[in-house]
């Protein structure tokens, strides 16, 4: 069972990462810096205002940098018959959508949160502010990459899939952003500790929810 | 090779809103090999991702002792890796059994990516990912499709190798598959439309209309078993 499992995180990994046509961890990664970047041209040399909203805009530009591996994440292996042949072998779907879902946040959440630190002197958040927006990444960030595996599941195999994948994420994505972004207002606990339970629901539900639906899909 | 069976119960397969076939029923015990012939888009795929258990039947029931191992048109190779790591993902989960590689004349093309090999390279490809699995039960959709006259020679004689050793096969094919003591299932035998001339009872098809569900459709005289032959 754990050299199945490593075998499968392993490929995962090495997908998700590299990802070869599709593009890989670095898309999103440059997607955020280039929205950190362009933030303060915006909005002008303000520091002050800058600093304040900041934090707010590193988590819409994460949210909208998850978008972008979605169509990446279930729709390849369906298309190869991956999914199939580990269904022939009695590996569950639920099994599997967990071990991607593992593979998708360490190829997501991480690079993400080391990104973070030079958008936020892009936007001149202090350091303690970069940490609560680093802790908030670390509960949110899950959550985010759970909602990417459900939602990528349910758009496999339908036309236009990878937009319909963006709209959906977005309302669903809304809890972690309030409280996620929240925690930087109010300065608390509370609101991280409210990211981190969101996320934790997620991912229970992600395991079952996109199972189903990738099973749905064979019919 | 451990003892196998695959058995199909009143099969019925509905796409859409026409029922394929009904009422189709075989049995196969170990050595024994099956041919699902009939023209195009009558259900042989359908019936094997039946029998594979990736599609719910819409009646009937599938026995199965032993594990499947299953070919369709789809490799299940990552395109981007070289075949010889392509098919290590699958010796690592299934185990270190031989996949006959280099009878299959694979040997050469190991550090070939994938995306690379032809439809015929390919198909060898998928076939070796099968010998490698070991199960006994083999589901074969179009097998010969895109290989060349010594591919075909060769398929032909690993699927009867199989059924020596004990094994299964069920082979989906509008080809001629040669392959001594084989069955055939002629699956134009099970269409659901009384004249057997309608594709089922397509709204559109001009037929009569598909009974309500749960009327029990299958009480209507069906021809159960004269397809083997």
Known sequence: ?219 | MQECRIAANNLACRRGDRLLFAGLSFALESGQALQLVGSNGIGKSSLIRILAGLMPAYSGTVELAGSLGLVDERPALDPHLPLGKALALWQRIDGAHDNQAARLGLAELMDVPVRYLSTGQKKRAALARLCGQAAPVWLLDEPLNGLDTRGTALVMDMVAEHCREGGIAVIASHQRFDLAGMAKLELSAFLPSPSGKGRGWGLDAGGEPPPAEGDGWHRRPLPTGEGLR
């Not at chain 1, 002008?44 to 972008?68: C, F, N, S």
């Not at chain 1, 030079?118 to 303690?128: K, M, N, T, Y």
């Open chain 1, 1 to 219: 069972m754990s050299g199945q499992f490593l075998t499968l995180l392993r490929r995962d990994c090495t997908q998700l990462f590299l990802g070869g046509r599709r593009g890989g961890a670095l898309l999103p990664v440059l997607f955020f810096l280039a929205v950190a970047m362009l933030y303060p041209f915006a909005v002008g040399p303000d520091a002050p205002l800058l600093g304040k909203t900041g934090g707010g805009m590193i988590w819409v530009a994460a949210l909208l940098a998850a978008i972008l591996p979605l169509d990446r994440l279930i729709e390849p292996d369906l298309e190869l018959g991956m999914f199939d042949q580990w269904a022939l072998r009695g590996i569950s779907e639920e099994w599997l959508v967990t071990v991607r879902m593992l593979a998708h946040w360490l190829s997501f959440g991480p690079p993400l949160m080391l990104a973070a630190i030079p958008a936020s002197a892009l936007v001149g958040i202090d350091a303690e502010k970069l940490w609560l927006v680093e802790l908030g990444l670390l509960a949110g960030t899950p959550g985010l990459a759970a909602l990417g595996v459900m939602i990528a599941s349910i758009t496999a195999g339908l036309r236009g899939g990878a937009a319909l994948g963006g709209l959906l994420l977005i309302p669903l994505a809304v809890p972690l952003i309030v409280f996620g972004a929240g925690s930087l207002a109010t300065g608390g606990t509370s609101g991280l500790a409210l990211t981190g339970s969101f996320s934790l629901v997620l991912l229970a539900i992600t395991p079952f929810a996109a199972g189903a639906a990738i099973r749905e899909g064979r019919r």
